[in-house]
DNA sequence: TCTGTCCCTTTGTCCGACAAAGTTAGAGCG
DNA sequence: CGCTCTAACTTTGTCGGACAAAGGGACAGA
């Protein structure tokens, strides 16, 4: 016969996961706002009544977090979690995981047409001429894969951003950091590959100045299709993202 | 005259996070897989050269982070990081970016939708049987809010395992993180809100087994604006999502 | 087979220390 | 008076050593 439980099992946490918590629920309580400064190390060790030491061990458990970082003067204070940040902490567990392109493929699929639609909706002259902006750029540079990776890669970021949906915003980013890599593989491989891209760019930035939801969907669609086919020419979309593949949204994130 | 670049930026990181990307780097490019033991502290201060307490704080980070964690002895050892572990973080963000009930509904919409339309196509027996299961579970606590909110949570959790899309699930839980708080108040606020989460709970789970899309798209929509428009009764959508709603969140992510 | 004991290892925490980098206050100068 | 430069002072990053508590393993005894 099983016993009943009589007795809750006891809080025991680390001194430091202590510190930790308390100064993160501040934080997200919003006593603490955004820019404010936390004390320093020594304050800490005077309000917590712990060694320097464990301090630390709090306060980096909190950086990794985003909660609070240091300023130039290394002091410390809190702060807004950045976007790209975290999602590299999601692709990164993307790629343990071993999820295949055909879950990614699947997922931008119906991320990237919900941002679409969100822009097309939504977007305001201020985003249309970042996109313009990033357009120019593209076509300057559509003959180097690298670089037309990583304009594709911002244009479809601000794409997200004309959405004004910041949930949506932050959804699509782990997916798509890992798209990234493969843009430039399949740019560089296929011919007519950066033509096409930025064309498709172009139409786009149309459909959303027209505020023409079909139009849009249908050319986030082709794009994705474009970006399928070139995949499929070099490699099987069940394949997982691969370990190397890492390097890049990890250079991504130091940036 | 500008000088010629002669020198590259040198590389100018704490000895703690040079521990901790470098640990990384092993587990990311797959040379310390899941699982696999980390040596002990003594072990790394040898390995890297530093003191105790600079591989602690690297430790530290790499534990937030999710990619090593300590097995009941507190040794050392790479792991998966856990989608909820991650997907918390980025609830807190959310919170703190002040995201609105809106572009949560929103982003839900697209998600839980395209949730819906893999677990149709791909759900596995064991996919509907714990499908089934929660349904029953949910029918016994129909009456009691926390609890039923608690089920509905975990439905489309299940939901979103079911489309077989790791990408999508992950991409969808900071979002259902932020709505699981909400459920319990309008169930409690709204009188045949209980009945009718359970009901189209029941829809749900018939249009996956008949493989019926359309009704599976169709009832997700209604469940979605059901929650809409109870929360409409107590709060405008375009209210951002508050602190205090984290606190159920945190609970979450310890458990 | 189970239990209690002893020993060794490991972790969590503490103390004190110091160099490097940043900050502040004050001296000196125009 | 306002500005610059320098000399304290503070803070962080790192180090060395220390110790109690808890876990793991081996071993003897019921």
Redesign the interface.
């Known amino acids: 016969m099983p016993l009943a439980p009589l007795f809750r099992p006891i809080d025991v946490a680390p001194a ?1 996961q202590k510190v930790a918590d308390a100064i ?2 501040e ?4 006593r603490i706002k ?1 820019g404010d400064p936390i004390g320093t190390e020594h304050d800490l060790v005077r309000q917590f009544g712990v060694n320097r ?1 464990t301090i ?2 709090g306060i ?2 909190l ?5 609070i970082s240091r300023d130039s003067s290394r002091r410390l204070h809190a702060c ?2 950045r ?1 790209t940040k ?1 999602a590299s ?2 692709s ?6 071993e ?1 295949t392109f055909r ?2 493929y ?3 699929m ?2 990237e047409v ?1 941002s679409i639609e ?1 822009a097309v909706e939504r977007a305001t002259e201020e985003n249309l001429s970042e996109l313009t902006d990033n357009l120019a750029r593209s076509e300057a540079v559509v003959g180097d894969p690298a670089m037309l990776a990583e304009c594709d890669a911002e244009f479809h970021v601000l794409v997200a951003k004309a959405s ?5 915003q ?3 980013e ?2 798509a950091q890992l798209f990234y890599p493969t843009t430039e593989m399949i740019v560089t491989g296929v011919a007519e590959g950066g033509p096409r891209l930025v064309a498709a760019h172009r139409h786009l930035i149309d459909a959303i100045r027209r505020r023409d939801r079909e139009a849009g969907v249908l050319w986030t669609r082709r794009h994705l299709q474009d970006w399928r086919r070139g995949f499929e020419k070099i490699a099987s979309l069940d394949r997982s993202v691969e ?2 593949y ?1 390097e890049h949204a ?1 250079a991504a994130r130091r940036r």
């Open positions: 430091y993160e629920r934080i997200v309580n919003g955004p030491s630390r061990e980096r458990v950086e990794e977090g985003g909660l807004l979690p976007y975290l902490r999601l990164r567990a993307l790629v343990l995981h999820v879950e990614l699947e997922a931008s119906t991320l919900a969100g004004q949906n910041r949930v949506l932050l959804a699509r782990p997916a370990h190397m890492m990890q």
